[in-house]
Nanobody, 124 residues
Framework: QVQLVESGGGLVQAGGSLTLSCAAS????????MGWFRRAPGKGREFVAA????????VYADSVKGRSTISRGKAENTVYLQMNALKPEDTAVYYC?????????????????WGQGTQVTVSA
């Protein structure tokens, strides 16, 4: 059974930083693209960042570009999202996702596996 488990969320003041982690188990994701999405209160799930495995290409939502970095860990089944200069509008549940394909994508519909999410709250 495939599982993605996020960690690292919490409460942080505006301007602060957080690093989210995602650990995948149940199969090897060494050739899979992985991504982060978020759902703010009252809104739908939206793309945050993704990283492709085959070429390491990263893509970011405009709302986090320049403030966030997605990376893969030394362990093949881990991915991180470092977020800096956090804003109250970054408050959301953040979800890790993985897909069978190797190219990064902003489209949540192509992701096959999802974690349960971790809450990030940014206070003003």
């Amino acid at each position: 059974q495939v599982q993605l488990v996020e960690s690292g969320g919490g409460l942080v003041q505006a301007g602060g930083s957080l690093t989210l982690s995602c650990a995948a188990s149940g199969r090897t994701f060494s050739s899979s693209a992985m991504g982060w999405f978020r759902r703010a209160p009252g809104k739908g799930r939206e793309f945050v960042a993704a990283i492709g495995w085959s070429n390491g290409v990263t893509v970011y939502a405009d709302s986090v570009k320049g403030r966030s970095t997605i990376s893969r860990g030394k362990a093949e089944n881990t991915v991180y999202l470092q977020m800096n200069a956090l804003k109250p509008e970054d408050t959301a549940v953040y979800y890790c996702a993985a897909q069978d394909a190797s190219s990064s994508s902003k489209d949540l519909g192509v992701y096959d596996y999802w974690g349960q999410g971790t809450q990030v709250t940014v206070s003003a």
